[in-house]
């Protein structure tokens, strides 16, 4: 079963690669997170992984409210380990 995404207007603001940085390391496993996401509606504190970062941001996997799932750079202090 395939899950479903968050719709384009509703994801979070991501980081451009000029922001999040180099170099970028890729997780070999996903690490539990909680992020504070910033979309059009406001900011949200989310749960979901972290697969990749830099010094200064992490890529997460996150959950919405809706069990929706999507993708976003976020600063590094965004971001806590579950």
Do not use: C, F, K
Not at 8 to 15: I, V
Not at 65 to 74: D, F, I, L, Q, S
């Amino acid at each position: 079963m395939a899950i479903e995404q968050v719709p384009l207007r509703e994801q979070a603001y991501s980081l451009g690669p000029a922001q999040y940085g180099t170099p970028v390391h890729q997780a070999t496993e996903p690490l539990p997170v909680s992020a504070w996401i910033h979309t059009r509606t406001g900011h949200h504190l989310v749960m979901g992984v972290a697969v990749g970062w830099t010094p200064r941001a992490a890529r997460i996997r996150y959950t919405d409210e809706h069990g929706r799932e999507g993708y976003a750079w976020v600063w590094a202090n965004a971001v806590t380990r579950r």
